[in-house]
Nanobody, 115 residues
Framework: QVHMVESGGGLVQPGGSLRLSCVAS????????MGWYRQAPGKQRELVAR???????NYADSVKGRFAISGDNAKNTVYLQMNSLKPEDTAVYYC?????????WGQGTQVTVSS
């Protein structure tokens, strides 16, 4: 079982940027991909970006061109650079493996985009 600790969230104005970090207790690519997920109030958790050990990335259409995911296997850390943030990006952001998440989710990090 791998445990994750997310950080880097906060309150930012529309158009602003944040960089999220996720430190895992074990190898971050043991299940193919690492992903960043988010859950907004009243909505289901959704995958917004994923990265493979080889650096291959995929993004949800809603964040494509604005977010960038990267991973550092040596540090067991995954990052999410978020630019041009919009109010609809407001959510709690989590990291976990993809396509099969580990059972234990971290506490997440809150991102609030508001003027």
């Amino acid at each position: 079982q791998v445990h994750m600790v997310e950080s880097g969230g906060g309150l930012v104005q529309p158009g602003g940027s944040l960089r999220l970090s996720c430190v895992a207790s074990g190898s971050i690519f043991s299940r193919n991909y690492m992903g960043w997920y988010r859950q907004a109030p009243g909505k289901q958790r959704e995958l917004v970006a994923r990265v493979s050990y080889g650096g291959s990335t995929n993004y949800a259409d809603s964040v494509k061109g604005r977010f960038a995911i990267s991973g550092d296997n040596a540090k067991n850390t995954v990052y999410l650079q978020m630019n041009s943030l919009k109010p609809e990006d407001t959510a709690v952001y989590y990291c976990n493996s993809f396509p099969i998440p580990w059972d234990s989710w971290g506490q997440g990090t809150q991102v609030t985009v508001s003027s």
